[in-house]
C-alpha cells in the first residue's frame, strides 16, 4: 500500500543546529514533492516545491534534496532558530493524477535556546 | 490581501443537521481542494477541483459533497453530518492544476455530536 513516512516523535535542536527533516515514501512515483509548514491552530503555509528530475533546492536557510531512487526527501533549516519551532508536512504531488497532492503527517520540530 | 477565507471557523452540530462550510479566494485560482486533518492521519484529500464545473473525489469523499460553480468558491456540504466526521477541515487553492504551492485557509473546527 501506499505509504509516506516522517518522524512521528518530536524533533528537538539546540538554536544554532541545522534541523534535518526526513520525508520517506514507498509506492509513490510523485512528479514532485513540496514541503509545508503549520503552526498550532493554523493553515500549512507552503516553504518549498521540488520535482522528480531536480536533486536539490534551497531558499534562504531552507534546503530540500529528493531522492527518487532512495524514495526520499531530506528537509534542512540551517542556523535554527526558535521561531522555526512548528510542525513540518512534506507532500507528495502527481502520483495518480498531476492535480492529487498527498500529505504526511508531519514532524514536530521544537527549536531549544 | 490574498486570502482563502473558510466559515465557519468552528461549528458544533447534531448527526444528521445538514451543513456547508464555505471557502473563497480572492487570487483568481483555477484549482481549489478541501482537506480534513485528523490527529496520526495527517492531512487527507476530500475533493478538489481543476476549474469551474470539475470536480473529483480525493482520498475520503465519502459522506461530502462540493461544487464550483464559480471560480471563487468551492463549499463542502455535509447532507447528512455523523460523528466520525468530526474533524478540522480545510480548504486549499493554488493558481496552477496541480504542481504548484497550495494556499491553505485557517481552518474550520466542525464537531458532529
Known amino acids: 500500500s501506499q505509504k509516506i513516512e516522517q518522524n512521528s516523535e518530536a524533533l528537538n535542536i539546540q538554536e544554532g543546529k541545522t534541523a534535518t527533516l526526513t520525508c520517506n515514501y514507498t509506492n509513490y512515483s510523485p512528479a514532485y514533492l513540496q514541503w509545508y509548514r503549520q503552526d498550532p491552530g493554523r493553515g500549512p503555509v507552503f516553504l518549498l516545491l521540488?520535482?522528480?528530475?531536480?536533486k536539490e533546492k534551497r531558499k534562504e536557510r531552507l534546503k530540500v534534496t529528493f531522492d527518487t531512487t532512495l524514495k526520499q526527501s531530506l528537509f534542512h533549516i540551517t542556523a535554527s532558530q526558535p521561531a522555526d519551532s512548528a510542525t513540518y508536512l512534506c507532500?507528495?504531488?502527481?502520483?495518480?493524477?498531476?492535480?492529487?497532492?498527498?500529505f504526511g503527517t508531519g514532524t514536530k520540530l521544537q527549536v531549544i535556546p | 490581501e490574498a486570502q482563502v477565507t473558510q466559515n465557519p471557523r468552528y461549528l458544533i452540530t447534531v448527526t444528521g443537521k445538514k451543513l456547508t462550510v464555505t471557502c473563497s479566494q480572492n487570487?483568481?485560482?483555477?484549482?481549489m481542494s478541501w482537506y480534513r486533518q485528523d490527529p496520526g492521519l495527517g492531512l487527507r484529500q476530500i475533493y478538489y477541483s481543476m476549474n469551474v464545473e470539475v470536480t473529483d473525489k480525493g482520498d475520503v469523499p465519502e459522506g461530502y459533497k462540493v461544487s464550483r460553480k464559480e471560480k471563487r468558491n468551492f463549499p463542502l456540504i455535509l447532507e447528512s453530518p455523523s460523528p466520525n466526521q468530526t474533524s478540522l477541515y480545510f480548504c486549499?487553492?493554488?493558481?496552477?492544476?496541480?504542481?504548484?504551492?497550495?494556499?491553505f485557509g485557517e481552518g474550520s473546527r466542525l464537531t458532529v455530536l
Open positions: 486549499a487553492s493554488s493558481p496552477t492544476q496541480g504542481a504548484g504551492e497550495l494556499f
Open positions: 507532500a507528495l504531488g502527481g502520483s495518480g493524477g498531476y492535480q492529487k497532492v498527498t
Open positions: 487570487m483568481n485560482h483555477e484549482y
Open positions: 521540488i520535482r522528480e528530475n531536480e
